[in-house]
Structures are given as C-alpha cells and as structure tokens.
C-alpha cells in the first residue's frame, strides 16, 4: 500500500517536459525541468516564475512550477499555479490531483467554489466562445441563404429555429460566465501566517489568521493592503505582500 502511494506521488508530482502541448520549448524551461529532477526545488521554482513573468504561459509550465512550489513547502504559491493551470486546462486529471492534494495539506484551510470553475470542466471559457461564434454564423448563414433561395424558406426553417436556439443557449451561457468571472477575484495565502485586521492599518485588531494556502476573495485593495472575505465569509485587511492574486478565466492566455 505504501509501495502503491509513493508511486502515486511520484507520477502526481513529476515534471512535464516541453513536448506537453503548448509547453514552451525554451532552454530556460529545460534548465528548469533539470533543476528539479535534480531536487533543487527553489531555484526551478525561480526559473519558472520567470518564464511566466515573460508572458510564455501554458499548462505543462504553471503545472511544474506547481509541484516545484509545492516541493518548496510554498503550499499557497502552489495552490495558485495550479488554479491558474486548471484555467488553461480545466479538465486535466493530473492538475485536478496536484490541487486536491495541495488543499488538503493546508492546515485549518478552506476553498472557495467558484461557479466557474464548475463549469469550466465541461467547456474552457474560449471553447465556449468559439462554440457560440459557430452558432452565430451558422444562423446568420441560414438567414442569408433565405433570403437569397427564397424556395429554400420551408426545407431550412427547422435548422434556422434550432440554430437560433442553440445560439440563445450557449450565449447565455457565455454571458453568465463571463459576468460572474467579472466579479471573481481570487487570491491565495502565501505567508506563513497572516494576521486579517479589521481596518488597513498595522495598528488595527486582529480578526482572525490564515495559514500559507487558505483561499480568498479580495473587496477591495489600499496602499499597502487588501480587504479579503474567506471560505467562512469572514472579512478583514491583510497585508498586500502576504497574497497572490488569481487571474481571472477571461484574462489568462496560453503562451
């Protein structure tokens, strides 16, 4: 059974190489991969944050420098790759564990479900772009050809209705999520500790502490500070260098 674990791990928290799709195929990616076969956990880590500074993002990258946070007992920076992977590849199993496996080490924490996150698993955010232009086109299309084959109306009025249909459906289901990712700012714990005081000043009571990991909503951000609302709706100011913000599923972009 043991035997059976550590394989599992094993396999969970190996590196992907660059022929993973969408990988950038840099020597710096290479080094990085290197580093943590060679369990230099903290400068991969370095190296792949680096990369993604540089705008090269892609799932294998944000997976890897993942299990090189998570290998770095940086539980929260982890978390955060992860969740910015699953956004460029929602239904990948092996992001889906890393994540699972991630939350559950974070002591006292709780995650935040997202509508979209929900949802995304069936179709990403641009699969349901593309799939709405094709059925905007398609009934423009018919529309035209009725109108240009006027003998045509009654054979094609079935599939101009159901094409309609299709097209109301999957724009709704565009607009809900692009409008509740809107709204969704997330971020993640990435201290030790921190202290959420009841106003953004270092001289304000402490409500409550999060451990490195725990997942929040932000409100609301100042010089210096950010107001979050965690999984049990408390809410409070924490300082803004103890959170890494998430990027919303409409803005993050594979490299």
């Keep these: 059974m043991k035997l059976a674990f550590f394989l599992l791990c094993l396999v969970a928290f190996s590196s992907r190489s660059a022929s993973c799709a969408g990988a950038p195929a840099t020597n710096s990616f290479e080094q990085a991969n290197k580093l943590y076969e060679q369990k230099q956990y903290s400068k991969a880590l370095s190296v792949y944050d680096g990369l993604i500074q540089q705008g090269g993002i892609s799932s294998a990258l944000l997976f890897n420098a993942g299990n090189a946070a998570f290998k770095s007992k940086q539980i929260g920076r982890a978390i955060a790759h992860y969740r910015a992977a699953l956004q460029l590849a929602p239904r990948d199993p092996d992001i889906q564990a890393n994540l699972r496996f991630a939350r559950n080490t974070v002591e006292n924490g709780s995650q ?3 509508f979209t996150d929900r949802f995304s698993r069936i179709l990403t955010f641009n699969e349901l772009t593309v799939v709405t232009a094709v059925f905007l086109w398609l009934w423009f299309g018919l529309l035209a050809i009725r109108e240009l084959r006027p003998a045509l109306r009654p054979a094609l009025r079935g599939y101009t209705l159901l094409s309609g249909i299709m097209l109301g459906a999957f724009g709704l289901w565009l607009g809900a999520i692009a409008i509740v990712a ?7 714990i990435v201290a ?19 451990r490195d990991g725990s997942e929040v909503q932000i409100l609301a951000a100042r010089p210096g500070w950010v107001e ?28």
């Design 112 to 114: 935040i479900t997202r």
């Design 182 to 188: 809107a709204k969704d700012h997330p971020g993640v």
């Design 192 to 210: 030790n500790e921190a202290a959420a005081r009841f106003g953004p000043l270092e001289e304000s009571q402490v409500a409550f502490t999060l």
């Design 228 to 255: 979050i609302r965690d999984a049990r709706g408390r809410r409070g100011w924490v300082a803004q260098g103890s959170l890494k913000p998430l990027s919303s599923i409409t803005n993050i972009k594979a490299g």
